[in-house]
């Protein structure tokens, strides 16, 4: 089980989460210019690293908000957590990034 | 809050209500254990409640701070009573506004505080029922569904959270030490009242060591 700590109610149980997929995705400024190649990237292309993924989490249970969160994807390790408005924490895993 | 009552003889639409766990009353009843482990259920319904949403800080919130008589609370936990009513800390910018049964939900009052402002007062008294569960016991009791650390000196009396009691997601209240609050959604009240009772059984026979 993954303990997230919510940037409003503290360390919770994963069971209180719901997960939100990569984070820091922007919407496209101008929608109406991509063809239909970038638009099918832009909706279902993510990155699929091996290592530390910034990605959305949001306290279904608790404060209901969205936040994000920097894991480990080969440990499962969460190495930070952060609001949406706060920029990606430079975090490394244990040992290094891979 | 006082004692519950069950105002049935309340004249209007009042009269025709029933509470989420009417039908279980008797159960609820039948499953209080006495004895140095003792526990006890039981539902106080209608409680007054409202759902309040303005941005912290801003001057809608300090003229609603004045109305309810309280700061509102600015962290997960805290709780903020004031006369009959309490605030309930949901979210950054969410509250809940709880009073027993029959207090002027100030309803209007907060609206008129809003002033238009971005913000919601909206009265939720149907959305949730209250359960009380007391006694010795009661921490053992959550702690079976509860994944939250309930001990005192994490979680002690006056503070509440959202959380889950096995699958119900609750807001759990802790009002004295050995007294809390459940406040799960109506639908789900059936549901948390029956897992109650199960989790209760074993304090009304000797401890198994």
Sequence with gaps: ?98 | MAEPTVTDTAPGPAALRRSPLAHLADRLRDATVTGPRGVSVSEWPYTTMLSLRVEPGSAAAARIEKCLGAALPARCGETAPAGPRTTLWLGPDEWLVVAPPGTAPLTAELHEALAGEPGSVVDVSANRTVLELRGPAARDVLDKGCPLDLHPRVFTPGEAVSTQLGPVPVILWRTAEDTYRLLPRSSFADYLARWLIDAMGEYARPEVT
Excluded: I
């Design chain 1, 1 to 98: 089980m993954l303990r997230l700590n919510c940037p409003w109610c503290g360390p919770r149980d994963e069971t209180e989460f719901h997960y939100g997929g990569q984070a820091h995705v922007p919407f496209p400024a101008d929608p109406h210019a991509l063809d239909d190649r970038q638009w099918a990237e832009y909706v279902f292309y993510r990155d699929n690293p091996k290592g530390p993924f910034a990605e959305r989490w949001m306290h279904a249970t608790g404060c209901r908000r969205w936040f994000n969160a920097v894991r480990d994807t080969a440990t499962y390790q969460v190495l930070a957590t952060y609001r949406l408005d706060e920029p990606r924490p430079d975090v490394l895993s244990e040992g290094g990034n891979r």
